[in-house]
């Protein structure tokens, strides 16, 4: 070896310990020399070390970026939920969720429903007629819908992919959107039941491997805002 490379690669040694190709060509050379009946352990050894770097490095991305979402969702819901506070009035609050809320949720369709109560029969009393506002289902309706018919009754909350009748919550628009997240709400002291549903085109918007965390924050806080108006 030349003089001259043998003081730089020794001045620099440790830039090329901290170099993953150098290094890898250091060994693969070394195994070489050896022959092919002797193996080196030092060198499988530090293949498996790479590939278990490799995989850490993977989960390390997936964390961040899971985290980054999660952030992401929660400044969504909190502004969608501070922009409800700002309501004056049960039109001007679904006006809200059809145009800047669906904006911010990154969302296709908002739907708002209520299941038919004797204290909705009368809508006199109301700024406008609730019927012309947001859609009335009969009773029992949510939970048939949100459990699809499996009557386990457990669930104020799924994500999931679109299921067949979601034509009777989004109508013509159920054609398009994949999937779905629907939050049964209890309004008032009457317990007036209503579904609050989110819907996307993309099939991975919502799905069951997600944390209902905010939306249920988001729905307590609808239950709130609706019951000032329909109490």
């Not at 009335?136 to 299921?163: C, E």
């Not at 991975?204 to 988001?218: N, P, R, S």
Request: glycine share 6%; net charge neutral.
């Amino acid at each position: 070896m030349d003089d001259k490379l043998r003081e730089e690669i020794l001045a620099k040694a440790h830039e090329i310990l901290n170099d993953e190709t150098l290094l890898k060509a250091l060994i693969g050379t070394s195994d070489k020399n050896l022959g092919g009946k002797i193996v080196d352990l030092r060198s499988v050894a530090m293949q498996k070390m790479d590939g278990e770097l490799k995989k850490l490095k993977r989960s390390n991305q997936q964390v961040i970026a899971t985290a980054y979402e999660n952030l992401v969702g929660m400044k969504q819901v909190h502004q969608v939920v501070l922009k409800s506070l700002e309501q004056n009035s049960l039109d001007k609050f679904i006006a809200n969720l059809d145009t800047e809320a669906c904006d911010v949720l990154r969302v296709d369709c908002i739907k708002l429903g209520l299941e038919t109560h004797s204290s909705l029969q009368n809508t006199e009393k109301y700024d406008s007629n609730l019927s012309e506002l947001l859609d009335l289902y009969p009773v029992n309706f949510v939970d048939t819908y949100i459990s699809q018919g499996k009557n386990n009754g457990s669930d104020d909350v799924v994500l999931r992919p679109t299921p067949k009748g979601c034509e009777q919550l989004y109508g013509k628009l159920s054609k398009n959107l994949k999937s779905e997240g629907c939050i049964k709400l209890e309004i008032g002291n009457e317990k007036i039941i209503g579904i609050l549903a989110l819907a996307s085109k993309e099939r991975e918007k919502f799905t069951a491997q997600q944390g209902v965390e905010l939306l249920k924050f988001m729905g307590s806080v609808f239950e709130r805002r609706i019951s000032h108006w329909l109490n």
